[in-house]
């Protein structure tokens, strides 16, 4: 990392890894703007400042002296990644996060250091443009450059058909955490004793867990992050999709203490996106992932605080102020809510489609799945601009494409620019009026899928592996049920006239707000959720204003925390 400069696999799409951005000094003028925000230490030589795990870890301004910066491997040795010298700065994405730190931090000499807070880098980071967004920058490339270190993490063993080892890989990418995969043995997987205990994930200290959950695998990487449970919050958000993270950026950059919630990894269905193509500001496209790491980054930037790997289960308000609680028996209390939780995937009403989850059936088409589909036939379910940009993007990797859709034509569920490329592919072919009734294979794998005609009753058998299905979804409203009023499918009922304020987005429940794809009746498209997001904020404000006398005396509340921050950061600048 500290002189590689070729193309590295990264949480932006395989960006060229910047070793520039990555390591960027601070100017003698950021260095002595940054002194009132934490104090000088001096450290003699060989002392840890911080070690892999860690929670919380301060930022260490280099003044005089040298800091060496090791990652630890899969193999239990540590490699040296960085050197930081004068006005050098330690930290990567971790410092943005409440996640565990994933390097270690040592002197090399005796060094005279500015130690930084946490509580202050959220001061300097709002008072601070330039230097945040250096500071930023560099985190991210940080982590790009650790993702790219082929021993880095943890080991993933497991078959890469395997339902629980592609949740868990899928689980690792999307929280952009340092992983590789390990095929086991032939030997190995028909050892029943030991096939039971796959996939198996070893960690850096050689311990190893078999068949984890999400949440035991999060809570181990110290992934997760849990809110404050004595904190009363300004805002919460739940759901961190398009429509969640718009929200928690513009709450956050408008003084609102913020914390948004998120079961598995920010971005919703729109990760799953392997290019969006006609989002406003990108020409060329962005893939989903791209788009959400961008907008997670953001909502770090502007100190909004994530709460990663526990659902929300129930919801209530209780003498004004709204109580949230996650899976685990967590609480989040806030003065008010937006319920960003998206929607789930739909499934086929085939017999036998639960078996081959994860192992042959998948509702995303981003470059991890792609690897299965390789001069290999593969099918995609839809007809909405999600399965066309899949259509289109595995029409690159795989020998064809079969498109089936229920409907006569794809006129009126795809956008026209999408409908043009996929007639004109010659690796594309389209299947009107027809859906899969059965799927066959054995305990490992998807081998052969029938589709039918409806007006013909022409059946087609082929020997396929791979079925991507993208037919819509079901709103994630399940724990809203007999809290706010509903639609017949389970959608938020917002807007209405009798029990709801006057904006679009308000809920049954007062200060309870709800955007996105869980909304009744929204446009269910990334742009439209980043709107409603982004607008909802206001009435949130208008909301809280209007009821102030009736919420917690200010003092023990997050705006107050908030606004005493921005009174010290302006004292001291």
Not at 20 to 45: H, I, N, Q, S, W
Not at 127 to 150: F, P, Y
Not at 216 to 242: F, H, K, R, W
Not at 374 to 389: C, F, L, P, W
């Amino acid at each position: 990392m500290i002189d590689d400069e070729e193309s590295k696999t990264a949480i932006w799409n395989n960006p060229e890894y910047r070793p520039d951005l990555a390591f960027a000094k601070l100017t003698d003028d950021m260095v002595e703007r940054l002194t009132p925000y934490g104090r000088e230490e001096a450290f003699p030589a060989e002392v840890p400042l911080f070690t892999c795990g860690e929670r919380q870890v301060d930022m260490f301004v280099v003044l005089e002296g040298q800091v060496d910066i090791s990652l630890p491997l899969a193999n239990g040795e540590s490699t040296v990644i960085a050197h930081h010298r004068k006005f050098d700065f330690s930290g990567e994405l971790n410092l943005l996060t409440s996640q565990g730190t994933l390097v270690n931090a040592r002197t090399v000499k005796e060094s005279r250091i500015l130690r930084i807070s946490r509580g202050e880098l959220q001061k300097l980071m709002r008072a601070e443009g330039d230097i945040a967004n250096l500071i930023t920058s560099a985190t991210v490339w940080r982590r790009i450059g650790i993702l790219a270190e082929e021993n880095a993490g943890i080991v993933l063993r497991g078959s890469t058909n395997d339902a629980a080892t592609t949740e868990l890989q899928r689980f690792l990418v999307r929280n952009s955490y340092p992983h590789k995969i390990v095929s086991p043995s032939p030997q190995e997987i028909s050892q029943s004793d030991a096939g039971s205990l796959l996939p198996a994930v070893k960690l850096s200290d050689g311990r190893l867990l078999h068949r984890p959950t999400i949440t035991q695998l999060a809570d181990e990487l110290g992934i997760t992050e849990l809110p404050d449970p004595e904190m009363i919050y300004d805002v919460a958000v739940v759901g961190a999709g398009p429509a969640g993270l718009a929200a928690a950026v513009y709450a956050a950059s408008e003084g609102l203490c913020t914390i948004a919630i998120e079961s598995t990894a920010p971005g919703g269905q729109a990760a799953a996106s392997s290019k969006i193509e006609n989002y406003l500001g990108f020409p060329t496209g962005v893939s989903g992932q791209r788009l959400a790491s961008r907008a997670q980054l953001q909502a770090l930037k502007f100190g909004v605080r994530f709460a990663i790997s526990r659902e929300t289960v129930t919801a209530e308000q209780i003498d004004g102020i709204h109580k949230l609680t996650l899976a685990g028996g967590i609480p989040v209390r806030s003065r008010a809510v937006i319920v960003a939780s998206g929607a789930q995937y739909r499934k086929l009403s085939v017999e036998n489609f639960s078996e081959f989850e994860n192992r042959g059936i998948y509702y995303a088409a981003t470059a991890m799945e792609s690897v299965f589909c390789r001069e290999k036939e593969v099918i995609v379910v839809g007809g909405g601009n999600s399965a066309g940009q899949a259509a289109l993007f595995l029409s690159g990797i795989a020998k064809h494409v079969h498109h089936i859709i229920r409907a006569e034509s794809l006129a009126q569920t795809m956008s026209q620019y999408l409908i043009s490329r996929l007639e004109s592919s010659s690796r594309i072919t389209l299947y009107d009026q027809s859906e899969i009734v059965k799927l066959e294979g054995n305990s490992s794998s998807l081998e052969n899928v029938t589709w039918t005609n409806r007006s013909t009753g022409e059946s087609i058998v082929k020997p396929i592996g791979n079925v991507f299905v993208m037919i819509g979804a079901e709103p994630n409203s399940g724990w809203l049920y007999g809290t706010v009023q509903l639609d017949k499918k389970g959608f938020i009922i917002t807007g209405g006239t009798e029990g709801f304020e006057s904006t679009p987005y308000a809920t049954s429940v007062p200060g309870m707000f709800a955007v996105g794809d869980v909304r009744s009746k929204s446009v269910k498209r990334v742009a439209s959720a980043v709107g409603e997001g982004s607008v909802v904020i206001a009435d949130v404000h208008r909301y809280l204003a209007d009821h102030r006398n009736n919420l917690p005396a200010e003092p023990n509340s997050a705006l107050a925390a908030m606004r005493s921050v921005s009174a010290a950061t302006s004292s001291s600048t």
